[in-house]
């Protein structure tokens, strides 16, 4: 076993998007070799419905798939293909785009008026940008939660994990997406494929990712040098965290507890050309993904 060090921490910066949303984004839109084969990464969290209420009206997507996890609130959904429906707290879509759809996405607060949610967008490789769309809608109730003897969760949304399944599958990225919680003090350790890039986004409480070597205080908001830290100082909510190789991630919970998700995915390796929520390899591919738009011809005939 080899433990994956904790090479990058970054807090996801405030964003606006759609028509008007207030997000904060961990990753996206800049080198998209750092995490393949994730492009994007969304923490829409808000506790005021005018920040989020205006959503993302009809938009295009084409050579993508996107995972969309809430947590709080809801999320109407409805496409250009017909398909419309309603994301509550704990469910989980996760749409293949393939050669194009027309979707929009409108929050809506629960009782109090909070949304929290989570989106990603997970590249597919060449032979499969231009495949046929498809959605994938998963309810809270069906995604499997294992308890460890100390109180850790993990909630397996996507691959296998402690000897579960999550529901979702057949996807181009073969990931892992799950959703843990270490309760307050409990070093824990969670085994990841040797192959896949790895990343952690931790969003309620603090906690400390150890290295090879010895414990180094990743969540600090401070620059960290790498000498031990003590955990009390520390703070997690809204922390990207990237590891490099290694088979196993070990963190140490704090006082609090420390909730996040471990997502990893198979690299894809090819070239990116990137329009917005359009992704293909080339600039050409995007140039007619364009003329598509204009000519009313972007969504392709269902085979």
């Known amino acids: 076993m080899s433990l994956r060090p904790a090479i990058a921490t970054t807090k996801a910066v405030p964003t606006l998007e759609g028509a008007g949303v207030k997000l904060h984004r961990a990753f996206g839109f800049h080198n998209p070799d750092m995490l393949d084969p994730f492009l994007l990464f969304d923490d829409f969290r808000n506790e005021k419905p005018e920040d989020f209420q205006k959503g993302f009206p009809w938009h295009p997507h084409r050579g993508i798939e996107t995972i969309t996890y809430v947590l709080n609130g809801t999320v109407e959904h409805g496409d250009s293909l017909g398909n419309e429906g309603t994301l509550g707290a704990g469910d989980i879509q996760w749409m293949t785009a ?12 629960n009782e109090r008026g909070q949304m929290h949610g989570f989106q990603l967008w997970a590249n597919l490789p060449a032979s499969l940008k231009m495949t046929t769309p498809r959605y994938q809608d998963v309810q809270g109730t069906e995604i499997p939660e294992v308890i460890d003897d100390d109180g850790t969760r993990v909630k397996i949304i996507i691959g296998e994990f402690w000897g579960k399944s999550g529901p979702v599958d057949g996807i181009a990225a073969d990931p892992q997406y799950l959703d843990i919680f270490v309760p307050a003090g409990v070093r824990k350790t969670f085994r990841i494929d040797t192959y896949r890039r790895a990343f952690a986004y931790v969003f309620e409480g603090e906690g400390q990712f150890a290295d090879a070597s010895k414990p180094q205080g990743v969540l600090l908001e401070k620059e960290v040098r790498g000498e031990e830290l003590n955990i009390r100082d520390m703070s997690g909510d809204r922390t990207l965290v990237q590891f490099g190789t290694g088979d196993e991630i070990s963190v140490q919970a704090g006082e609090h507890g420390l909730r996040f998700l471990l ?20 600039k050409e591919e995007i140039m007619q993904a364009m003329r598509d738009l204009r000519n009313d011809t972007f969504i392709q005939p269902i085979h």
């Open 263 to 282: 997502i990893s995915g198979a690299p894809i390796q090819e070239p990116v050309a990137w329009h917005g929520p359009i992704v293909m390899n080339t």
């Open 98 to 109: 393939g050669s194009g759809i027309m979707h929009q996405e409108m929050p809506k607060g």
